[in-house]
């Protein structure tokens, strides 16, 4: 907002409008008699006190609050006051014998100590008919004070820059022994004197006083004063005389000395009323050396009639400067607020003090945010710290996430791509592969530019993750064609693979791949039996499962797959996997890939990959006796593997071989178990075959025993994973969804912005200060509860009974206001006897 904007009267308007709001006065003008009465003190002192104009009676309560107790207030408006206390009040043309009447009826033989009159013509539309309507209103609130003030008493008047605003003074000045004008900051200005004298009828005439206090400013050489306030203040709106002339001026130009402006008492009339200003004498012709006469000052004293506003203020900051030099500067108020610097400069400092506040208020506002900022992404950080460590429940993300959520109302609370990004950014490659305990890298995670500046690498990281995937994917595809090729098990794999519903419901049996009697063509597959069978014929399994293609990043970070390893506890599986291990990155598409470090594989026996763990698995670690997969886990990982995730390697966690779900349709079939879309009894249903139903009659016990041990459905889950899965989707299911959180964050912020608005009210009700401890106490209690009472707003329904002016009523009853309900005497009787017979019969069936 710029200081001309400010300038403007609206600004303050807004502030005191407000401030009247909030303190209980009716106008905003009752901080012009607050501050009057701050400068002055004459309130605390009345006994008496008369408001002409009064309407709508601001100013009647500031001096019903400030007199004593027994004081005798009276308001006049031409409009009726609303009653207050204290205060007697009646509706009259303040111009009017009739009005004189009423109030001296009021006032018996008492005299005012305090005439207060804050009149405005409530007419006119030109700002000239309204200046002199006002002047002529104040000259009239002037004959009234004078009539009914005691000597020694105040009168304020509000009187505005007009033409007669000098003959008024001149008239004030007449009448009482001293005379101030000020602005208060919130009005315009205001006359305060005391010490009545005598008093000639003439100086309540308005056409009296507008008309001849105009020859007593009439200039040395005959230039008259009327107008002149205009000339200077509004140069652009010059009046002119019809006859071409000014009033009493029938000289066309006109030139003074520079003496005369600067000693002249009202220098704007001369400014006003002469063409050019000369340095004739050998005083003025000192005065033009001086460094303050600047050749701008000269220029502007050539030719009065072509300067603007701005040019006026500067020959008059120049004429004062130069009586400084002299001496001669009292640096009197009254000349000082006669010109629009004073005002101008007032306003500005008032506006400045504004935007000040305004800025610091800014300024805090923002330092919060950011604190706040932070404060969530170190709560994020800690989260995706807790997820890699592995410490946090998937419950326990959910709610942390919503309380960051509810904080912000920014971030989703569900979306992971933030814990994915995160992790990244710490040096990951994906969040799925970051569980791993000895890998966390402390520095990388207490970097906290989670906010700022991280697009671009979390761009760079994306694009890097997906061309490696490219070239791995790439890798494999080639790898699966050479071994399709040379190896026929191989084809006849797959095959079975891709016959869903044989490896759904068959499992994986040992007979299978000994089934198989392709001619070892050698290479491949064939190298790895060789291999296998080499280290230990009685572990191995062979398995009609095949390897599955897997997102070869995984291949692509041994380290990371070591830790995998680690959690195996079984020393049996451990060893045999660590056999598969070798024998599966002996093949040569593993050759150019780095291997594990020696660190890193550190317990070779007992450790081998994830993805080598899905091959293992997938190869060996199947009971073909229970079609169960089951991976001996010690890992005490809380973490359940996602649902919902469809990313094939994520079968490969630890956490899920936990549960043994190592397998997709495991996973799918647990899916539908746990989403209640299949049935156990559907599961063993599905599992019979044409033979199941074959007479048992004349078998072998041998083979029947056989059959009752062997002839089971085979179903690839185990009922812990179907138990995990469910406490997983309780959890899922128990995190408040998005539109919940959001809703809270709403409401959170609205309440703190509610709470904000009130202190910031607190905060103007402290700043006043005509208002004792106790009442800015009271007020600010009273505006915090309001704003915490706003939230809580509870829509009341009131109940009208039918009876009396309400009985057979349609319609809303008369002054009930918002919701109601019409409820009918009788039928709250009935109602309540018959849930009273209800209650005896029961008592008595019981007896
Ligand atoms: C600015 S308001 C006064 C506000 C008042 N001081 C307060 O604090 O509430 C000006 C009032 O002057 C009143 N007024 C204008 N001409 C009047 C007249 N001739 N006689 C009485 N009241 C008059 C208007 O009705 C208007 O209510």
Redesign the pocket.
């Known amino acids: 907002m710029g200081k001309a904007q400010k300038k403007t009267g609206k600004g303050r308007l807004d502030k005191y409008y407000k401030l009247a709001k909030e303190q209980g006065y009716?106008?905003r003008?009752?901080f012009k008699?607050i501050q009057l009465n701050k400068k002055y003190s004459f309130l605390e002192s009345a006994r008496c006190c008369i408001?002409?104009?009064?309407?709508?009676?601001?100013?009647?309560q500031v001096a019903s609050k400030a007199m004593p107790v027994n004081s005798l207030i009276v308001g006049?408006?031409?409009?009726s006051i609303k009653p207050i206390p204290r205060v007697v009040t009646f509706a009259?043309?303040?111009?009017t014998v009739h009005?004189r009447n009423l109030i001296r009826n009021e006032l018996k033989d008492w005299k005012a100590d305090v005439v207060?009159h804050?009149?405005?013509?409530?007419v006119g539309t030109a700002w000239i008919q309204d200046a002199y309507s006002q002047s002529e209103?104040v000259l009239?609130s002037l004959k009234l004070a004078v009539e009914f003030l005691i000597k020694g008493g105040t009168f304020v008047t509000k009187v505005f820059r007009s033409r007669d605003y000098n003959n008024l003074i001149w008239v004030f000045n007449q009448l009482f022994s001293k005379v101030e004008a000020t602005k208060p900051p919130s009005s315009r200005y205001a006359f305060t004197f005391n010490n009545s004298i005598s008093i000639d009828p003439k100086f309540l005439d308005p056409k009296h006083v507008f008309k001849d206090v105009d020859a007593t400013l009439t200039l040395p050489n005959g230039a008259a004063a009327n107008n002149v306030q205009a000339n200077v203040f509004q140069p652009e709106k010059k009046r002119r005389h019809r006859d071409g002339y000014d009033d009493n001026d029938y000289t066309l130009f006109k030139q003074v000395g520079v003496a005369e402006f600067i000693h002249a008492s009202d220098p704007i009339a001369v400014l006003g009323a002469v063409n050019k200003m000369t340095f004739t004498t050998e005083e003025e012709k000192s005065w033009a050396l001086l460094p303050l006469t600047s050749l701008d000052v000269k220029a502007n004293l050539d030719d009065l009639k072509v300067l603007g506003k701005g040019d006026f203020k500067v020959l008059l900051k120049w004429r004062t400067a130069l009586r400084e030099e002299l001496g001669l500067e009292v640096r009197s108020k009254h000349v000082e607020e006669l010109t629009e610097v004073a005002e101008v400069v007032d306003i500005v400092d008032e506006d400045e003090q504004i935007q000040q506040e305004l800025e610091r208020l800014n300024a805090e506002a923002t330092s919060r945010t950011k604190r706040e900022r932070r404060r969530a992404n170190e709560v994020k950080r800690k989260t995706i710290q807790r997820m890699q460590l592995q410490m946090t429940a998937p419950l326990d993300i959910g709610l942390e996430q919503t309380d960051a959520g509810l904080r912000h109302g920014q971030e989703d609370v569900f979306d992971l791509e933030y814990a994915e990004r995160a992790s990244r950014r710490a040096g990951y490659p994906g969040t799925v592969d970051t569980d791993d305990e000895g890998e966390v890298p402390d520095e990388d995670l207490q970097d906290n530019s989670l906010d700022e500046g991280v697009m671009d690498t979390e761009e760079r990281d994306g694009d890097r993750v997906q061309l490696l995937e490219n070239d791995l994917d790439g890798l494999y595809e080639t790898y699966r064609e050479r071994l399709a090729e040379r190896d026929t098990k191989f084809r006849v794999r797959e095959a079975r693979r891709n016959d869903k519903r044989r490896e759904d419901w068959s499992g994986i049996g040992k007979g299978e791949a000994q089934d198989e009697t392709e001619e070892d063509e050698g290479g491949g597959w064939d190298e790895m039996e060789r291999l296998k069978a080499k280290g230990d014929d009685s572990d191995w399994q062979s398995s009609s499962q095949l390897p599955k293609r897997r997102r070869p990043d995984q291949q692509g970070t041994p380290r990371k797959k070591a830790r995998m390893l680690n959690s195996l506890g079984d020393p049996q599986n451990a060893s045999q996997a660590g056999k598969n291990t070798a024998v599966w990155f002996s093949q040569d598409i593993f050759k150019g890939l780095d291997r594990p470090s020696e660190d890193d594989t550190e317990s070779d026996s007992s450790t081998h990959s994830q993805d080598d763990e899905d091959e293992m698995s997938d190869v060996s670690d199947l009971d073909p006796d229970d079609g169960v997969e089951v991976v001996p886990l010690e890992s005490d990982d809380a973490e359940m593997w996602d649902v919902n995730n469809e990313n094939e390697d994520e079968l490969k966690s630890s956490h899920v071989q936990k549960y043994g779900l190592l397998t997709a349709e495991a996973v799918s079939l647990a899916q539908d178990l746990v989403n209640r879309r299949k049935t156990r009894t559907e599961l063993v249903n599905d599992g019979f075959t044409r033979y199941s139903l074959n007479s048992k009659e004349g078998l072998p016990k041998w083979f029947l025993d056989d059959e009752s041990k062997y002839f089971i459905p085979n179903i690839p889950i185990t009922k812990e994973a179907v138990q995990a899965l469910r406490a997983k989707q309780r959890a899922l299911d128990a995190r408040p969804i998005k539109k919940i959180a959001e809703a809270k964050a709403r409401k959170k912020l609205k309440a703190a912005q509610r709470i904000e608005k009130a202190l910031k009210k607190a905060e103007g009700v402290t700043n006043t200060s005509d208002l004792t401890e106790r009442e800015k106490a009271q007020q600010v209690e009273k505006l915090i509860r309001k704003g915490l009472a706003k939230g809580r707003k509870k829509k009341e329904v009131k109940v009208v009974v039918a009876k009396g002016v309400h009985k057979g009523l349609k319609g809303r009853p008369k002054g009930v206001k918002g919701r109601y309900v019409m409820v009918d005497p009788r039928m709250k009787k009935e109602v309540r006897a018959k849930k009273e017979r209800e209650r005896e019969n029961k008592k008595r069936k019981r007896n």
């Open positions: 009716r106008a003008s009752a008699l408001d002409l104009c009064a309407a709508p009676g601001g100013w009647l006049v408006d031409l409009v009259a043309d303040i111009t009005c207060l804050d009149g405005a013509p409530n209103l009239m």
